[in-house]
């Protein structure tokens, strides 16, 4: 199974909003509400942003928010902070009980 | 507080095999499932698969079926993951975590077990 479709690479300055898209089939984003982000700076294990789609766990800022429309989810990362630079990834359910990556994309904050 | 303590760092032969483990702590074991992911040097991750904590259900990528075996011990609230027929690009960190209440969501990642396959 192909991993799902996410831009290499994304950038910002501080303070801007960004929008990360992770773009997948009807069997995996657009065919489940199972939809996460992950967040991971280097040497570290990523970080659960989202799930559920849009839902954000405790202790995660609200300046991270998430959506989908038919197979595409987004991350946005709104006020961008000079701690947002990272790698994000975003997963999904791809039925039968298994989990699909998206193969990443950079932020980096100008 | 949760934690997810993974084994040391291996070293193995092309075509050996590889059994890494994850001892959770600080919640109930048993009501939490258990994901194995892997990164290799430089890429995104990519899922290997889930185990229930009772260890009657696992499933796993299509890539690694039939090469991957995952097993717990609930006595000592660990979780296991053997590789068989490794190949050098199978030499990645191998993570393991826990999934959240909501499916498919991992919560708690333990700290990584560097796997090299070489010769």
């Known amino acids: 199974q192909s991993a799902l479709t996410q831009p290499p690479s994304a950038s910002g300055s501080p303070g801007q909003s960004v929008t990360i898209s992770c773009s997948g089939t009807?069997?995996?984003?657009?065919?489940?509400?199972?939809v996460s982000w992950y967040q991971q700076h280097p040497g570290n294990a990523p970080k659960l942003l989202i799930f559920?789609?849009?839902m954000r766990p405790s202790g995660v800022p609200d300046r991270f928010s998430g959506s989908r429309s038919g197979n595409t989810a987004s991350l946005t990362v709104s006020g961008l902070q000079a701690e947002d630079e990272a790698d994000y990834y975003c997963?999904?359910?791809?039925?039968?009980?298994?989990?699909?990556f998206g193969g990443g994309t950079k932020l980096t904050v100008l | 507080q949760v934690q997810l303590l993974q084994s040391g760092a291996e070293v193995k032969q092309p075509g050996a095999s590889v059994k890494l483990s994850c001892k959770a702590s600080?919640?109930?074991?048993?009501?939490?499932?258990l994901h194995w992911v892997r990164q290799a040097p430089g890429q995104g991750p990519e899922w290997i698969g889930v185990?229930?904590?009772?260890?009657?259900?696992?499933f796993s990528a299509q890539n690694f079926q039939g090469r991957v075996s995952m097993t717990t011990d609930t006595s000592t609230s660990t979780v296991y993951m053997e590789l068989g027929s490794l190949r050098s690009d199978d030499t990645a960190f191998y993570y393991c975590?826990?999934?959240?209440?909501?499916?498919?969501?991992?919560?708690?990642w333990g700290q990584g077990t560097l796997v090299t396959v070489s010769s």
């Open positions: 997963t999904s359910s791809a039925g039968s009980n298994t989990v699909i």
């Open positions: 185990i229930s904590p009772s260890g009657i259900n696992t």
């Open positions: 559920d789609i849009d």
């Open positions: 009807g069997s995996d984003v657009g065919g489940h509400n199972l």
């Open positions: 975590a826990r999934q959240s209440k909501h499916p498919h969501s991992l919560d708690y």
């Open positions: 600080g919640y109930a074991f048993t009501n939490y499932y």
